[in-house]
C-alpha cells in the first residue's frame, strides 16, 4: 500500500481534528489533498511531530489529536513511545507510516527494512495498550475506524511502499503555518 | 553541598507567580524539589519526559494550546534539544521559557558536568538566545516572569540560567 492512499483514505475525517504532520512526502501529500488551517506541518525537527501531539493533546481534552509520524523520525525519537505511554492522552491517534527508507532525504534504508525493527512491537513495549500493525489499505481502514472510535491512546504502524510524491512545496511559510494553526485553535477554544 | 529547600520553594513560587500551568521536565538532582513542589501541586500539569528535545515539540504543542508552559532541564539537557530549538521553535516563531540548572560552572567539583557548563553560554550566545544568570532567590521570581514575557513578546527561545548561589545551601 501507499501512503498516499492511507492519508487519502484519513483526509475526510482530519477536517474536525488537529493534525501535525512530518516532513517531506507526508507533509506534500496531505497539502496536496487541501491544506487545512488544522494542519501543522513539522517541516523540520525530526522526531517531534509526536511530542508536538502530546502538549496538544494534554492541553486541549475536548479536541482529538492525529500526528502522521514515519519510521524514519520517530526512530530519532524513541523514548516518545515512553512518554506517550506514560501520559496517555486518551484524544491522540499516532500513526507511524513505515516506508523502511529515509525517502525524502535520499532513499537510504531505514532500520525497519526488511523487517528488522518492529516499531509496533517498541510501541507495545514501551506501554501503549492500543497497537496497530497494518500492511494492507483495508487493514489500514479498520485500524482507523477503530482508533478514531475509542477514546484512548492509540498508535498504528502502516507498512507502506517506499515512493511519495515527484514534487515538493507548499504556498505557506513555516512561521504563518505556526500563527495560523494557533489561531485556529484559538478560535475552536473560544467557539 | 545540598540542594537548596528554601531557594527551590522560592523559585516555584515564582513559576506559579508567572502564571505557568504546565511545565515539562527531566528529572535532575538540582531541579529535584522545584520537581516535587511541581507534581504536588494540582494547578500545574508536569509532564517528564524522556529526553529534552521531547520538551521542545511538548512545549510547543502547549503554546499552540494556548497554555502558559515553563521547561525544565540541565544545561547538558539543553545542549541534547538544539536541534528542536533551532528546526522547531526558532524556525517557526514558537516561544519557549527554558529554565536551566547550569552545571559544571563556577565551583563545580564533578568533573563530568565541565565540558558542558563551560560550553553552555557561548551556545546559547551563537544561537542567539536571550539569557540572564538567576542567583537571587528575592529576584528569582521576577526574572522568571521577564523570561517569559520576553519569549512571548519576542517569539523566541529564552533562558534563565539556574546558578549554583542559587541552587546549593
Given amino acids: 500500500m501507499e501512503r498516499a492512499e492511507c492519508i487519502g483514505m484519513l483526509y475526510p475525517d482530519l477536517h474536525d481534528k488537529l493534525v501535525v504532520t512530518i516532513m517531506g512526502a507526508c507533509a506534500q ?23 508536538i501531539g502530546l502538549g496538544l493533546a494534554m492541553h486541549l481534552p475536548q479536541e482529538r489529536i492525529v500526528v502522521l509520524d514515519g519510521d524514519g523520525s520517530v526512530l530519532m525519537n524513541l523514548g516518545t513511545f515512553a512518554t ?3 501520559y496517555r492522552p486518551r484524544n491522540l491517534v499516532h500513526i507511524v507510516f513505515d516506508n523502511g527508507s529515509l525517502l525524502s532525504t535520499g532513499g537510504f534504508d531505514s532500520h525497519t527494512t526488511s523487517g528488522i525493527t518492529d516499531l509496533a512491537a517498541i510501541a507495545k ?4 495498550e492500543h497497537v496497530a500493525a497494518a500492511d494492507s489499505i483495508m487493514a489500514f481502514g479498520d485500524a482507523a475506524i477503530d482508533a478514531f472510535a475509542r477514546d484512548d491512546l492509540t498508535v498504528i504502524v502502516a507498512k ?18 505556526a500563527f495560523r494553526f494557533k489561531r485556529r485553535i484559538d478560535e475552536r477554544r473560544k467557539a | 553541598m545540598a540542594v537548596s529547600y528554601d531557594n527551590s520553594k522560592a523559585i516555584f513560587q515564582g513559576i506559579k507567580a508567572a502564571g505557568i500551568t504546565s511545565v515539562s521536565a527531566l528529572p535532575e538532582t538540582w531541579l529535584g524539589l522545584l520537581l516535587q513542589h511541581a507534581d504536588r501541586d494540582p494547578s500545574v500539569a508536569l509532564i517528564q519526559v524522556a529526553k529534552e528535545e521531547e520538551a521542545i515539540g511538548i512545549a510547543a504543542g502547549a503554546y499552540f494550546a494556548g497554555a502558559r508552559h515553563l521547561l525544565l532541564m540541565q544545561n547538558h539537557g539543553f545542549l541534547a534539544a538544539i536541534n528542536g530549538i533551532v528546526s522547531l521553535a526558532q524556525l517557526y516563531g514558537v516561544p519557549l521559557c527554558m529554565l536551566i540548572a547550569l552545571r559544571g560552572h563556577w565551583g563545580e567539583p564533578y568533573p563530568w558536568h565541565t565540558r558542558g557548563g563551560i560550553v553552555t553560554e557561548g551556545v546559547l ?20 516572569l521577564e523570561a517569559y514575557t520576553l519569549s512571548q513578546s519576542s517569539l523566541s527561545p529564552v533562558a534563565l540560567l539556574l546558578t549554583r548561589d542559587l541552587m546549593e545551601d
Fill in chain 1, 29 to 51: 501529500e496531505l497539502y496536496d489533498l487541501g491544506h487545512r488551517e488544522n494542519f501543522f506541518y513539522l517541516q523540520h525537527a525530526m522526531g517531534l511531530a509526536s511530542s
Fill in chain 1, 84 to 86: 506517550l505511554a506514560r
Fill in chain 1, 125 to 128: 513495549g514501551a506501554g501503549i
Fill in chain 1, 160 to 177: 507502506v511502499a517506499a515512493v511519495g510524491p515527484n514534487h515538493y512545496g507548499m504556498d505557506l511559510a513555516l512561521p504563518e503555518n
Fill in chain 2, 125 to 144: 550566545r551563537a544561537l542567539s538566545i536571550p539569557f540572564e544568570y538567576a542567583r537571587d532567590p528575592k529576584t528569582v521570581g521576577r526574572q522568571i
